[in-house]
């Protein structure tokens, strides 16, 4: 089966750059989601399609996908961006989600 | 505004039964494809199942096929979930979830709802 693999942890400093990695066998030939879930609430989606942000997610988030290894950036990263993140992809019509990525902002 | 509000949820035997509802509202219902996550307690987000807009097309993950139906009443704007022959691995929160459109796959899950959860217990 499909397998996403997501590093449980990124720390980044408030106003610096937060880069968090999933990786996939050819994963750069699917496309890649990313769901922002913070503490108690339900998972928000902020990049689809690799690269592509929903209406109302600010513009310091950033998505990209190539080879085995999508990336969510987030630029002038701010204490409210600290939570959890999800990568996801479709693989034969079954969906598949990293183990999600604790980003920490101190 | 798109709200989806799940329900039935709750406390079930090992080996019981369950059915969660989902009621949408703030779209067009018929026009999207549902998809159900769950969330185990302090775990990661797992997907469990998929369905088109008119119900034609489902699809499962392994570690629920065969137990769990999912269907939709477009008439009634709700999505379900018939949950069979639970076990402790299948206490969780579960969401629904609407997609970016009617069907297949490299669809995005752009609205959730708030979570219900079920707790598999003696």
């Known amino acids: 089966s499909y397998e996403l693999t997501q590093p449980p942890s990124v720390s980044v400093s408030p106003g610096q750059t937060a880069s968090i990695t999933c990786s996939g066998d050819?994963?750069?030939?699917?496309?890649a989601y990313w769901y922002q879930q913070k503490p108690g609430q339900s998972p928000v989606l902020v990049i689809h399609r690799d690269s592509r942000r929903p209406s109302g997610i600010p513009e310091r988030f950033s998505g990209s996908n190539s080879g085995n290894t999508a990336t969510l950036t987030i630029s002038g990263t701010q204490a409210l961006d600290e939570a959890d993140y999800y990568c996801?992809?479709?693989?034969?019509?079954?969906?598949?989600f990293g183990g999600g990525t604790k980003l920490t902002v101190l | 505004e798109v709200q989806l509000l799940e329900s039935g949820g709750g406390f079930v035997q090992p080996g019981g039964s369950l059915r969660l509802s989902c009621a949408a509202s703030?779209?067009?219902?018929?026009?999207?494809?549902m998809t159900w996550v769950r969330q185990a307690p302090e775990k990661g987000l797992e997907w469990v199942s998929f369905?088109?807009?008119?119900?034609?097309?489902?699809y499962y993950a392994d570690s629920v096929k065969g137990r769990f139906t999912i269907s939709r009443d477009n008439l009634k704007n709700t999505l379900y979930l018939q949950m069979n022959s639970l076990g402790a691995g299948d206490t969780a929160v579960y969401y629904c979830a609407k997609t970016s459109s009617g069907s297949g796959s490299d669809t995005w899950f752009d609205s959730w709802g708030q979570g219900t959860l079920v707790t598999v217990s003696s």
């Open positions: 996801q992809a479709w693989d034969s019509n079954i969906v598949v």
């Open positions: 369905i088109s807009d008119n119900g034609a097309g489902t």
């Open positions: 050819k994963l750069g030939h699917k496309y």
């Open positions: 703030g779209f067009i219902f018929s026009n999207y494809a």
